[in-house]
């Protein structure tokens, strides 16, 4: 599940805002917002919007809240939880 959880969200990142997670890896623990990948906070929400939309999913806020959808690796971690 994980392997096609990182594919989606590769996938989303790659066609809307160019960002390759695939060919850089270290991306993976940047914070998205940071200033190797330099997104603005409005591409968070429609980030958050197109995997819930993607996957018929719902993200629990309290996750978000605590700051974890910060970077690719924490995105795939709820992505993994709420998909369990």
Known sequence: MR??????LGD???????ID????TGLRE???LGS?????ARDLVV???S?????NIH?????????KFDTFEHIIELMCNVLQ
Do not use: S
Request: charged share 40%; no cysteine.
């Open 3 to 8: 392997e096609r959880v990182e594919e989606i």
């Open 12 to 18: 989303i990142l790659l066609d809307m805002w160019h």
């Open 47 to 49: 980030l958050l919007y």
């Open 59 to 67: 993200f629990d806020t309290k996750g978000i809240i605590e700051g």
């Open 36 to 40: 190797r990948i330099n997104m603005a």
């Open 21 to 24: 997670m695939r060919g850089d």
């Open 51 to 55: 995997i819930e939309e993607r996957l």
């Open 30 to 32: 940047e914070k998205l």
